[in-house]
């Protein structure tokens, strides 16, 4: 716990107090079990309830900050075009979009990091679901791209912590086009060899989960998180079906095969630590030759291969 | 043939077309002659009513239920078709309809929703609302396609991916997910249409494509009118005003560079008109999937992926 107690809890709290001096809600209510915590209690806890163990809601800071080792970087990301279909319901988007910005302090709703975790270097997207619900418009869209050719920059895995309810009405057909542009920001990371870890946090919907987010070489769930296609009432509404208990929660996913592990916040970054070392440093026994690609010219110039001791140890070849 | 609230007109100058008919048999020549002014005033009427549909129109044209599905421009276009059933895993979902078949001389893997067109089909389709088995098979057959060098033919019509406790269970979200990312893995040409309703997640799914060709009326939509104004507006009465908003027509879509084609309707809509929508749409998918002959699989699929990441770049705002 070196990095809780010597990193985390500083950091939330300057985070907390760059904000305010004197926090006027030094008393939190835990949205599960109505307990009242206090600030310091929660801050240490990761905001995971002391009582009954419920899991909230983090803000990309707290996140980033929990995953990292110190220092880690957050990188400015792409500005796509605002509003471009103008959108206008009860309230205009350029409004609703101007109210989000001034309550994150965020121009969308996701920040995108690179740095170390464990010593292995990562690069991590986490949402905001304070943002407009996190929902997925262009500029989540640029920014989960933004993050994937970094991670391919770096050569590093990435880790995407979603937590959204879905694509953004507002943008429109662009919103869902942000699907398979998602989907090939996951495939430029894949394709390059590197891990593409996924930590669904609540909630994790619609167009979101039916994208990038299901797509995960690992899927780890944090507890009690909402995590499905169909949103519950949308379900009740049109097909009339009651719902079963815990429906569309870490743990119905666990049991039908959804997600690897649904992971405590406490050890999410010993966990991530270990999937990431068991990834990038195989070890010499593990270490696989890597014959040239099928089309590529070497193979056509019948050069004898190098013999391979098991072991992983290649030797060349000897005349005889 | 069922007529929309907005062909009222139309269909009373219509039934007193038929009436007219009815009475002479066509011997009396002032009626004839009648027939053939009202014939006029019919023409006219349906020329300038579908000339500015509104969005919220569109969306009552692209359901339309005479319009042809995607099973009749299967049984019109594709010779040979040879349904192929089942994803392997759990069960053959047949709100997607697929198999191998021949398109003007080509063998090709057509995979598309289909929604029925009477009780007992739309309850066997489930309305064109798919399962994660459904995306599975969609998935099966673009595999299939890739393997043996043919082309793919989509036809997208569907309100949304099926909402339910089964599908969810079952893993609704990574059969979308896994379903576009076979779209964009595959090294064949794929070309999707959407012929009625294009709904979200469930449409994209099979339209992750080289081409995307859209008709006329058809419709293409992040949400349904009906679900955003019940989100936006608190009521789903506002449909209309979402609609407009949401900018789901062909013509938004292409002006938005999210569509390559639309495909002309006759006048007064596909309904009206089936066999010459079929063709022209037929037409329409020869010319695309000309276009992407002799390419080779990798700069095909790269072309397609970079289709999809110029999307919002420019030409907008
Ligand atoms: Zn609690």
Same mark, same amino acid.
């Given at each position: 716990?070196?990095?809780?107690?010597?990193?985390?809890?500083?950091?939330?709290?300057?985070?907390?107090?760059?904000?305010?001096?004197?926090?006027?809600?030094?008393?939190?209510?835990?949205?599960?079990?109505?307990?009242?915590?206090?600030?310091?209690?929660?801050?240490?806890?990761?905001?995971?309830?002391?009582?009954?163990?419920?899991?909230?809601?983090?803000?990309?800071?707290?996140?980033?900050?929990?995953?990292?080792?110190?220092?880690?970087?957050?990188?400015?990301?792409?500005?796509?075009?605002?509003?471009?279909?103008?959108?206008?319901?009860?309230?205009?988007?350029?409004?609703?979009?101007?109210?989000?910005?001034?309550?994150?302090?965020?121009?969308?709703?996701?920040?995108?990091?690179?740095?170390?975790?464990?010593?292995?270097?990562?690069?991590?997207?986490?949402?905001?679901?304070?943002?407009?619900?996190?929902?997925?418009?262009?500029?989540?869209?640029?920014?989960?791209?933004?993050?994937?050719?970094?991670?391919?920059?770096?050569?590093?895995?990435?880790?995407?912590?979603?937590?959204?309810?879905?694509?953004?009405?507002?943008?429109?057909?662009?919103?869902?086009?942000?699907?398979?542009?998602?989907?090939?920001?996951?495939?430029?990371?894949?394709?390059?060899?590197?891990?593409?870890?996924?930590?669904?946090?609540?909630?994790?919907?619609?167009?979101?989960?039916?994208?990038?987010?299901?797509?995960?070489?690992?899927?780890?769930?944090?507890?009690?998180?909402?995590?499905?296609?169909?949103?519950?009432?949308?379900?009740?509404?049109?097909?009339?079906?009651?719902?079963?208990?815990?429906?569309?929660?870490?743990?119905?996913?666990?049991?039908?095969?959804?997600?690897?592990?649904?992971?405590?916040?406490?050890?999410?970054?010993?966990?991530?630590?270990?999937?990431?070392?068991?990834?990038?440093?195989?070890?010499?026994?593990?270490?696989?030759?890597?014959?040239?690609?099928?089309?590529?010219?070497?193979?056509?110039?019948?050069?004898?291969?190098?013999?391979?001791?098991?072991?992983?140890?290649?030797?060349?070849?000897?005349?005889? | 043939?069922?007529?929309?609230?907005?062909?009222?007109?139309?269909?009373?100058?219509?039934?007193?077309?038929?009436?007219?008919?009815?009475?002479?048999?066509?011997?009396?020549?002032?009626?004839?002659?009648?027939?053939?002014?009202?014939?006029?005033?019919?023409?006219?009427?349906?020329?300038?009513?579908?000339?500015?549909?509104?969005?919220?129109?569109?969306?009552?044209?692209?359901?339309?239920?005479?319009?042809?599905?995607?099973?009749?421009?299967?049984?019109?276009?594709?010779?040979?078709?040879?349904?192929?059933?089942?994803?392997?895993?759990?069960?053959?979902?047949?709100?997607?309809?697929?198999?191998?078949?021949?398109?003007?001389?080509?063998?090709?893997?057509?995979?598309?929703? *289909?929604?029925?067109?009477?009780?007992?089909?739309?309850?066997?389709?489930?309305?064109?609302?798919?399962?994660?088995?459904?995306?599975?098979?969609?998935?099966?057959?673009?595999?299939?396609?890739?393997?043996?060098?043919?082309?793919?033919?989509?036809?997208?019509?569907?309100?949304?991916?099926? /909402?339910?406790?089964?599908?969810? *269970?079952?893993?609704?979200?990574?059969?979308?997910?896994?379903?576009?990312?076979?779209?964009?893995?595959?090294?064949?040409?794929?070309?999707?249409?959407?012929?009625?309703?294009?709904?979200?997640?469930?449409?994209?799914?099979?339209?992750?494509?080289?081409?995307?060709?859209?008709?006329?009326?058809?419709?293409?939509?992040?949400?349904? /009118?009906?679900?955003?104004?019940?989100?936006?507006?608190?009521?789903?009465?506002?449909?209309?005003?979402?609609?407009?908003?949401?900018?789901?027509?062909?013509?938004?879509?292409?002006?938005?560079?999210?569509?390559?084609?639309?495909?002309?309707?006759?006048?007064?809509?596909?309904?009206?008109?089936?066999?010459?929508?079929?063709?022209?749409?037929?037409?329409?998918?020869?010319?695309?999937?000309?276009?992407?002959?002799?390419?080779?699989?990798?700069?095909?699929?790269?072309?397609?992926?970079?289709?999809?990441?110029?999307?919002?770049?420019?030409?907008?705002?």
């Amino acid at each position: 716990m070196n990095w809780l107690t010597n990193f985390v809890r500083p950091k939330i709290r300057a985070l907390v107090s760059s904000k305010k001096d004197v926090p006027d809600n030094l008393w939190h209510k835990c949205p599960s079990c109505e307990a009242m915590i206090f600030h310091r209690d929660l801050e240490e806890n990761l905001h995971v309830c002391q009582h009954c163990g419920f899991h909230m809601r983090l803000d990309p800071p707290k996140r980033l900050a929990m995953l990292f080792d110190p220092n880690f970087q957050t990188i400015e990301l792409p500005k796509p075009i605002v509003d471009p279909l103008k959108f206008r319901d009860q309230k205009r988007y350029t409004d609703r979009l101007k109210d989000a910005q001034s309550k994150t302090g965020r121009p969308d709703a996701i920040a995108v990091a690179h740095g170390k975790i464990g010593g292995h270097a990562a690069v991590v997207a986490a949402f905001d679901f304070g943002f407009m619900g996190g929902s997925m418009g262009m500029a989540v869209g640029e920014g989960l791209l933004a993050a994937a050719k970094l991670a391919v920059l770096q050569q590093a895995p990435l880790i995407v912590v979603p937590s959204s309810g879905g694509a953004r009405m507002q943008e429109g057909i662009l919103s869902l086009m942000q699907m398979p542009r998602t989907v090939i920001a996951v495939e430029m990371v894949k394709e390059a060899g590197l891990p593409y870890i996924v930590l669904l946090t609540d909630p994790t919907t619609g167009g979101v989960t039916a994208s990038f987010a299901m797509l995960g070489d690992i899927h780890i769930a944090e507890p009690g998180a909402q995590i499905g296609f169909a949103g519950a009432r949308v379900i009740e509404s049109t097909i009339r079906e009651t719902l079963p208990e815990g429906f569309q929660r870490s743990e119905y996913l666990l049991e039908h095969g959804m997600v690897d592990m649904v992971v405590h916040r406490k050890d999410l970054r010993g966990t991530l630590i270990r999937l990431v070392d068991l990834l990038r440093r195989p070890g010499p026994g593990a270490e696989v030759v890597r014959l040239p690609k099928a089309d590529s010219p070497e193979r056509h110039m019948a050069r004898p291969m190098p013999a391979v001791i098991p072991g992983g140890v290649a030797e060349p070849p000897r005349p005889d | 043939m069922h007529f929309l609230e907005f062909e009222k007109p139309i269909a009373e100058l219509e039934s007193k077309i038929d009436e007219l008919r009815h009475l002479s048999d066509g011997g009396d020549i002032n009626i004839a002659d009648e027939v053939r002014k009202l014939q006029d005033k019919v023409d006219k009427l349906l020329r300038s009513t579908y000339a500015k549909l509104t969005p919220a129109q569109k969306v009552q044209v692209a359901r339309h239920p005479n319009r042809p599905h995607c099973l009749d421009y299967i049984g019109a276009l594709i010779t040979d078709f040879t349904p192929l059933a089942g994803d392997r895993l759990f069960a053959e979902d047949r709100a997607i309809v697929g198999g191998l078949g021949r398109f003007r001389g080509r063998s090709v893997v057509v995979i598309g929703q *289909e929604r029925g067109h009477d009780t007992e089909s739309r309850v066997r389709h489930n309305f064109g609302m798919a399962k994660p088995e459904g995306y599975r098979k969609a998935q099966r057959l673009m595999q299939l396609a890739d393997r043996f060098h043919l082309p793919v033919v989509t036809l997208v019509d569907t309100a949304g991916a099926f /909402p339910g406790v089964s599908a969810e *269970e079952r893993g609704q979200a990574e059969a979308i997910a896994k379903s576009i990312e076979t779209c964009l893995r595959v090294k064949v040409p794929i070309v999707a249409a959407v012929i009625g309703e294009g709904g979200s997640g469930g449409a994209i799914a099979i339209a992750a494509a080289d081409r995307v060709l859209m008709l006329e009326h058809a419709i293409y939509s992040v949400i349904s /009118p009906e679900g955003c104004a019940s989100i936006l507006w608190r009521s789903a009465a506002n449909a209309a005003d979402a609609a407009q908003a949401l900018r789901l027509t062909a013509q938004d879509l292409k002006e938005l560079g999210v569509i390559d084609r639309i495909v002309m309707e006759p006048v007064g809509g596909a309904h009206r008109r089936r066999e010459d929508t079929i063709n022209a749409l037929g037409n329409a998918l020869e010319d695309a999937l000309d276009g992407l002959r002799g390419q080779d699989g990798g700069s095909l699929r790269h072309g397609r992926r970079q289709k999809f990441l110029e999307i919002g770049q420019k030409g907008l705002g």
